[in-house]
């Protein structure tokens, strides 16, 4: 992507060009990131979260999710099923 030149206003304002803003789906209101690098500065987008999926990303959640790819990683997985009675001999039968 092409580099833009863009000026800093008063109180340290600056405007994103509409081309940018369209690229990254920016609107009034998001919150962008500055991060400091040796040769400048970097400005990202961080999206927040959708507050009915705030649940999602609770650290308790996460645990359980890196839990289950652990558990798929060791191969600790059952299935296919055939339908529901296949799966519900499956979890009928005694398990080690």
């Known amino acids: 992507m092409a580099s833009k030149t863009i000026q800093i206003r008063g ?3 600056i405007t994103i ?3 940018i803003r369209d690229l990254f789906d920016l609107k009034d209101g998001d919150v962008l990131v500055i991060e400091e690098h040796a040769d400048g500065i970097l400005i ?4 927040l979260l959708d507050p009915s999926q705030a649940w999602f990303w609770s650290e308790e959640w996460q645990e359980r999710e890196r839990a289950a790819a652990e558990d ?13 009675e296949n799966l519900r ?3 009928e039968r005694p398990h080690a």
Do not use: C, T
Not at 44 to 47: L, Q
Not at 76 to 82: A, I, L, R, T
């Open 17 to 19: 060009p509409k081309k």
């Open 44 to 47: 990202k987008p961080r999206k």
């Open 11 to 13: 109180h340290g304002q």
């Open 72 to 84: 798929i990683k060791a191969g600790n997985v059952s299935g296919p099923f055939k339908g529901i």
């Open 89 to 91: 001999e499956h979890l």
